[in-house]
Structure formats: structure tokens, C-alpha cells
């Protein structure tokens, strides 16, 4: 899944693009 920076492989490299995943919620909200 690469797409747009909401994938689920962002979190896994450490740093979200931009954004946080609320723990196991599954929610992405803004970091900024």
C-alpha cells in the first residue's frame, strides 16, 4: 500500500508523513 502518506506503512518506519496514529484506534490525526 503506497499511496498518499495515510498508509498503515508509515507508522511501521517510525515517523508517520505528517501524521500520528492514535495507538491501536486506527484514527490518524495531525501532527501539525
Known sequence: MMGGGECSE??????PRGQL???????????H
Do not use: A, F, R
Request: charged residues 20%; without cysteine; proline residues 6%.
Open 10 to 15: 508509515s507508522v511501521t518506519v517510525g515517523e
Open 21 to 31: 496514529k492514535t495507538g491501536d484506534t486506527g484514527q490518524w490525526l495531525p501532527s
